[in-house]
Nanobody
């Protein structure tokens, strides 16, 4: 079981920065692939970024590549999303997600929303123009 709680959202002007945090419960956080997804009103939930259990591998949506950085601190059971050069189209509810990676699967991540088993409630990010 993994419980996830996001924080760090808010209102920011275009061009600004925010850092989102996702705190996880559980003793085996270091065995979970983690990701951030976002959902804007009237749109489907979309992939933003993913990170492998060790933090050694990451992936980003094209729309955020070069502006956002996903990272994790396994000692603190926390995954982060640093968002720079924010644009109004980045406005959405941002959710973190987790999935345990099998012992023999290697240090991998997942890209699809249906591949994740655990979800946080989300944090609102609003970027004004």
């Amino acid at each position: 079981q993994l419980q996830l709680v996001e924080s760090g959202g808010g209102l920011v002007q275009a061009g600004g920065s925010l850092r989102l945090s996702c705190a996880a419960s559980g003793r085996t956080f270091s065995r979970y692939a983690m990701a951030w997804f976002r959902q804007a009103p009237g749109k489907e939930r979309e992939f933003v970024a993913a990170i492998s259990p060790s933090g050694g591998s990451t992936s980003y949506a094209d729309s955020v590549k070069g502006r956002f950085t996903i990272s994790r601190d396994n000692a603190k059971n926390t995954v982060y999303l640093q968002m720079n050069s924010l644009k109004p189209e980045d406005s959405a509810v941002y959710c973190c997600a987790g999935r345990r990676v099998g012992e023999y699967s290697g240090d991998i991540y997942y890209l699809g929303r249906y591949e994740y088993d655990y979800w946080g409630q989300g944090t609102q990010v609003t970027v004004s123009s």
